[in-house]
């Protein structure tokens, strides 16, 4: 910590509340546009901190504007809030007392973090420049996701920057990362029904096997990465469920594939589609089989504004040494945090939060994902960090 660093020891008084609140959330999750009491009792802590707070926002959204004694931009953080259809399995005090919904990614954290921001700045009006917006995101987890929706009624009406953190255990605890450009990649997931004819396994040349037809298309679909992507753009294709036949000495009449999509880019986003949707066609008529094709269209590739991706390395830097902050490499998983940095500059950051010794090493989505809670602490001294540079650089930049 710095010597004029008089943020981080503010924030470490409001560590115990952190840590409260997070496992306050932990063991009372919600799902996906299902946050109401969750909404509810975010809205009561920030009330009680003297926070004008405006609920039902998109949903189950809320947010919060604290300004500041001095003018200035008006810049958003945003934390998400809905957890995941998973039985917890951690044996720990504040471990899930809801049947198979857990916060197995964090979101409980990220709430918490954002929730001492706000008694922070709330308890400092005189140190923020303009508008500081807090935005306490439902339904991250299940696309169509929460941020368009909160788009839509104006969460970012007059946003000048945004910026976001994920706690993330595949980083050890005191790591902070970004990157400038595609961070995290886009996500979609297609379903494919193959239809042929049934018939006696003894007997294929009177059926039409929907299996044979299956995996000569499973086959063919890896060719897509591998011979019609541009190497130096980054995608994959993957089958994650095949699902066909009943018995040893029947043919299948049906076929059912599930898969995913990730890339960093739209056009090439758009060309794997095209192309799996005439590798379909095409099989299926050269066997002489039915199909039905369903693609889901997910979130958008996460791109980090490259100014303020340069902020994020100048700020962490400043604050936790140059040891501390990587240059990360993109990252195939999604987040709708790519809609805000659609519409306003801003950057997503990941913060360490693995430690072994804690039993934070399982993975994000895992029955026993735990995080270290003082990761917490990083994020939000990262995310005052990154507002309050924007903010000296915005009221320069106007009086010069």
Known sequence: ???????????????????RWRRHLHQYPELSFHERVTS???AA???????????????????????GDSPGPVVALRADMDALPIQDEKKCEYASKVPNVMHACGHDAHTATLLAIAAYYCANRSKVNGVRRLVFQPAEEVTPGGAMPMIKEGVLNGVDAIYGVHLWTPLPYGI???????????????????VGQGGHGGLPHQAVDAIMIGSALVQAIQTIVSRSVNPLHPAVVSIGS?????????????CTLKGTVRSFDEKTRMMIHERLESLITHTCNMYGAKFDYHMRIGYPPVVNDKTEAERFFKVGERLFGEASVMHSEAITVAEDFSYYLEKVPGCFMFVGAGNEQCGASYSHHHPKFDLDERAMLKAARLLIG???????????????
């Not at 910590?1 to 840590?19: F, G, H, K, R, W």
């Open 242 to 254: 095949f699902q066909a036949g009943s018995t040893n000495n029947i043919i299948a009449e049906r």
């Open 1 to 19: 910590m710095q010597t004029e660093d008089l943020i981080s020891p503010a924030l470490q008084q409001l560590y115990p509340n952190m840590v």
């Open 176 to 194: 902070i990362s970004s990157k400038p450009g595609p961070f995290m990649s886009a996500a979609d997931e297609f379903v494919i029904d193959i």
């Open 40 to 42: 509810s009792w975010i």
């Open 45 to 67: 802590q920030l009330t009680e901190m003297g926070c004008e707070v405006q609920t039902n926002i998109g949903g189950h959204g809320l947010v919060a504007d604290i300004k």
């Open 386 to 400: 990154m507002a309050d540079d924007y903010a000296a650089e915005f009221v320069k930049n106007k009086q010069e």
